[in-house]
Protein backbone atom coordinates (compact mmCIF):
# COMPACT_ATOMS: atom_id res chain seq x y z
CA UNK A 1 0.00 0.00 0.00
CA UNK A 2 0.63 4.11 -0.52
CA UNK A 3 0.41 6.14 1.77
CA UNK A 4 -0.04 10.12 0.04
CA UNK A 5 0.10 12.68 2.61
CA UNK A 6 -0.86 16.83 0.82
CA UNK A 7 -0.51 19.85 2.64
CA UNK A 8 0.05 23.49 1.82
CA UNK A 9 -3.64 24.22 1.49
CA UNK A 10 -4.79 27.34 3.09
CA UNK A 11 -7.19 30.24 2.56
CA UNK A 12 -5.73 32.77 -0.02
CA UNK A 13 -6.42 36.11 -1.78
CA UNK A 14 -7.23 35.82 -6.01
CA UNK A 15 -3.74 36.55 -7.49
CA UNK A 16 -1.72 34.79 -5.06
CA UNK A 17 0.44 32.19 -5.08
CA UNK A 18 0.47 28.71 -3.17
CA UNK A 19 2.01 25.59 -3.31
CA UNK A 20 1.02 22.03 -2.40
CA UNK A 21 2.94 18.89 -1.21
CA UNK A 22 2.56 15.88 -1.14
CA UNK A 23 4.65 12.94 0.23
CA UNK A 24 4.51 9.46 -0.30
CA UNK A 25 5.95 6.09 1.62
CA UNK A 26 4.88 2.75 2.05
CA UNK A 27 6.32 1.89 -1.95
CA UNK A 28 8.39 2.91 -4.40
CA UNK A 29 7.80 6.04 -5.34
CA UNK A 30 9.99 6.67 -8.25
CA UNK A 31 7.66 3.89 -9.95
CA UNK A 32 4.89 5.95 -9.60
CA UNK A 33 2.82 8.44 -12.17
CA UNK A 34 1.59 10.81 -10.29
CA UNK A 35 -2.07 13.26 -10.24
CA UNK A 36 -3.40 16.03 -8.49
CA UNK A 37 -7.44 16.29 -8.57
CA UNK A 38 -9.74 18.46 -7.03
CA UNK A 39 -13.02 18.90 -5.90
CA UNK A 40 -15.71 22.20 -4.83
CA UNK A 41 -18.04 21.93 -2.71
CA UNK A 42 -21.41 19.73 -4.51
CA UNK A 43 -19.38 19.18 -7.22
CA UNK A 44 -17.95 16.14 -8.56
CA UNK A 45 -14.29 15.44 -8.15
CA UNK A 46 -11.94 16.50 -11.30
CA UNK A 47 -8.58 16.07 -12.99
CA UNK A 48 -6.12 18.88 -12.32
CA UNK A 49 -2.94 17.68 -13.36
CA UNK A 50 -0.24 14.45 -13.77
CA UNK A 51 2.91 13.92 -13.95
CA UNK A 52 4.93 10.69 -15.17
CA UNK A 53 6.96 8.92 -12.90
CA UNK A 54 10.29 10.00 -13.91
CA UNK A 55 8.85 13.57 -14.25
CA UNK A 56 9.11 13.80 -18.31
CA UNK A 57 5.85 14.35 -19.58
CA UNK A 58 3.40 16.61 -17.39
CA UNK A 59 -0.48 17.20 -18.02
CA UNK A 60 -3.43 19.57 -17.39
CA UNK A 61 -6.83 20.56 -17.24
CA UNK A 62 -7.52 23.32 -19.50
CA UNK A 63 -9.16 25.23 -16.73
CA UNK A 64 -5.49 25.64 -15.16
CA UNK A 65 -3.74 25.45 -17.70
CA UNK A 66 -0.40 28.03 -17.48
CA UNK A 67 -1.19 28.91 -13.92
CA UNK A 68 -0.36 25.59 -12.09
CA UNK A 69 2.73 23.77 -12.59
CA UNK A 70 3.08 19.76 -11.15
CA UNK A 71 6.94 18.72 -10.67
CA UNK A 72 8.43 15.70 -7.80
CA UNK A 73 11.25 15.02 -6.62
CA UNK A 74 11.95 11.35 -6.39
CA UNK A 75 14.82 11.77 -3.85
CA UNK A 76 12.53 13.34 -1.44
CA UNK A 77 9.76 11.10 -2.33
CA UNK A 78 7.41 14.05 -2.80
CA UNK A 79 5.14 15.80 -5.71
CA UNK A 80 4.31 19.56 -5.87
CA UNK A 81 1.35 21.37 -7.39
CA UNK A 82 2.39 25.50 -8.35
CA UNK A 83 -0.72 27.22 -8.06
CA UNK A 84 -0.16 31.06 -9.61
CA UNK A 85 -2.84 33.66 -10.03
CA UNK A 86 -5.23 31.72 -7.73
CA UNK A 87 -9.31 32.37 -8.85
CA UNK A 88 -12.15 32.05 -6.53
CA UNK A 89 -12.96 29.04 -8.94
CA UNK A 90 -10.01 27.08 -8.15
CA UNK A 91 -11.33 26.57 -4.14
CA UNK A 92 -11.63 23.08 -3.45
CA UNK A 93 -10.12 19.82 -2.06
CA UNK A 94 -7.09 18.97 -3.41
CA UNK A 95 -6.07 15.27 -3.32
CA UNK A 96 -3.05 13.80 -4.86
CA UNK A 97 -3.00 10.36 -6.36
CA UNK A 98 -0.42 7.65 -7.22
CA UNK A 99 -0.76 4.92 -10.22
CA UNK A 100 2.20 2.20 -10.76
CA UNK A 101 2.76 2.73 -14.49
CA UNK A 102 5.00 4.35 -17.06
CA UNK A 103 2.41 6.27 -18.78
CA UNK A 104 0.57 9.56 -17.70
CA UNK A 105 -2.75 8.11 -17.07
CA UNK A 106 -5.76 11.20 -15.95
CA UNK A 107 -7.73 7.98 -14.57
CA UNK A 108 -7.99 4.81 -12.75
CA UNK A 109 -5.22 6.18 -9.87
CA UNK A 110 -5.06 3.24 -7.28
CA UNK A 111 -4.08 5.33 -4.28
CA UNK A 112 -5.37 8.63 -2.63
CA UNK A 113 -4.62 11.18 -0.42
CA UNK A 114 -6.39 12.80 2.38
CA UNK A 115 -7.08 16.09 0.81
CA UNK A 116 -6.11 19.51 1.53
CA UNK A 117 -9.08 22.45 1.53
CA UNK A 118 -7.77 25.77 -0.56
CA UNK A 119 -9.96 28.23 -0.21
CA UNK A 120 -9.58 31.43 -2.75
CA UNK A 121 -11.67 34.68 -1.97
CA UNK A 122 -12.31 37.65 -3.74
Known amino acids: QVQLVESGGGLVQAGVSLRLSCAAS????????MGWFRQAPGKEREFVAAISWNGGRRSYADSVKGRFTISRDNAKNTVYLQMNSLKPEDTAVYYCAARASIMLPTTNYDYWGQGTQVTVSS
Open 26 to 33: GRTFSTYA
